[in-house]
């Protein structure tokens, strides 16, 4: 008893320096960049998903812009190729026609694989670096909200040895993240870069741009061929049209012999059609009476006279029955050719090229600079709140231990005076 009472008295205790007011701010500072951490993660699991539906988004608009470009070219051979095979009777287009036709297939179909190459080679590049950079974002994002929540949890729990074990993952974790934040950083300048160079395209569609290396640029030589070749073939077609009409339906002294140029045609002469085209391959307005696209089928069905079983009129007509379905064919196949005119005219003056860069521009490119930012912000803040949050749950655990020790040295005067009184 008079052992205890001295050491009481006479021996000090070794103070440990706890603090009430040290513990307290260690726990809320923990709460704070735990907190912090996991918004990190969130705006970076949002961001990264925005971005990844934006960059779908734009692939499949690029692939379906190529996909209308090889549609456009295949519909316009396919009519080109159709030219060589109509006719009205034994009157088709001249051979050097044909020949320039088998020439023109040739450069469109190595065109139109350019454009699907060219295309889904970039596609399929940028999905391979993106996938991967994007499974990453996943998985560091996912450690982190793991980590946080362990640290968080044991460090409350006060274990020791198992947060200084999560401070040394934790530390490699975080430099991961600061590179991967530099390489979404890259990625966000990228994009911006792109974005600006479109706007500039805009304003200067036939510069040279790298962006032609995402949607390739039809040269304006091959372009103008392409013009070239598919007015002149419509001209020409409609001309056979049209001489087949004045020559052979509307002629009035061919003798029987002359059959199949002779049919017993008779009646009121039948309307021409309006080429679209002068010789020269400049527009040309239509004359009084020539018929149209609109009206050509109509107007003529009324000149088909009745045939005998030797295909001769037995009534007043300008035209058989099969005179009529091949002139309405070739008039088809010139209509498809004539409507595919303004698509070649995007593609010499690049309003295909522009329509495409401007649309990306303004409705997605703000998207992809938001969201790729969210990505970057959310990297920075979840790393930053991380790298404060192991400096925590190391000071946290520690000042934990000094208010246990604390706790047990002050109750031994207690315990002490309770013995001496007992």
């Known amino acids: 008893m008079l052992c205890l009472c001295f050491r009481h008295c006479c021996c000090g205790r070794k103070p440990y320096g706890y603090s009430r007011a040290a513990y307290a701010v260690s726990l809320i500072l923990l709460l704070l960049f735990t907190t912090a951490t996991i918004t990190g993660v969130g705006f970076l699991y949002a961001g990264q998903a925005k971005f990844q539906n934006s960059i779908v988004n734009i692939l499949s608009y690029i692939l379906h812009q190529a996909d209308t470009v090889v549609v456009n070219l295949q519909n316009l051979l396919s009519n080109l190729e159709a030219a060589k095979s109509v006719g009205v009777g034994q009157i088709t287009l001249p051979d050097e026609i044909k020949g320039e036709i088998d020439t023109m297939a040739i450069t469109i179909n190595q065109l139109a694989d350019t454009f699907h190459n060219v295309t889904g080679k970039n596609s399929h590049d940028i999905r391979n670096f993106l996938d991967p950079l994007r499974l990453a974002v996943i998985y560091v994002a996912a450690a982190v909200l793991v980590l946080a929540f362990l640290g968080f949890l044991f460090s409350i729990l006060g274990k020791k040895w198992v947060v200084y074990c999560l401070v040394i993952a934790g530390w490699i974790l975080v430099a991961g993240t600061f590179i991967i934040s530099g390489m979404f950083l890259l990625v966000h300048n990228v994009v911006a870069d792109t974005c600006v160079a479109m706007d500039e395209w805009h304003q200067n569609p036939n510069a040279n741009s790298a962006l032609e290396e995402i949607i390739p640029r039809v040269d304006n030589t091959t372009a103008q061929d392409i013009s070239k070749v ?11 049209v049209n001489y087949a009409i004045t020559n052979v339906s509307n002629a ?16 009121i002469l039948m309307p021409t059609y309006c080429n679209p085209y002068n010789p020269d391959f400049t527009d040309r307005k239509c004359e009084p009476g020539e018929v149209n696209f609109t009206n050509a089928s109509q107007v003529w069905k009324k000149y088909i006279c009745d045939v005998s079983s030797s295909d001769i009129c037995i009534t007043t007509g300008r035209l058989t029955p099969d005179r009529y379905t091949q002139l309405t064919s070739s008039v088809n196949v010139s209509y498809g050719l004539y409507t595919g005119m303004p698509f070649v005219v995007e593609l010499i003056d690049s309003t295909f090229l522009t329509e495409t860069f401007t649309d990306i521009s303004e409705n997605n490119c703000p998207g992809l600079r938001k969201y790729t930012k969210w990505v970057y912000v959310g990297f920075i803040t979840s790393s930053a709140a991380l790298m404060f949050s192991l400096i925590f749950w190391v000071v946290y655990v520690r000042e934990r231990r000094h208010r246990g020790y604390t706790k047990r040295v002050d109750r031994q005067p207690e315990e002490e005076a309770s013995y001496i009184q007992g």
């Open 252 to 267: 009035n002294n061919l003798p029987p012999e002359a059959k199949p140029l002779y049919f017993n045609q008779s009646g």
């Open 230 to 240: 598919t007015k002149g073939v419509t001209f020409s077609l409609l001309s056979v």
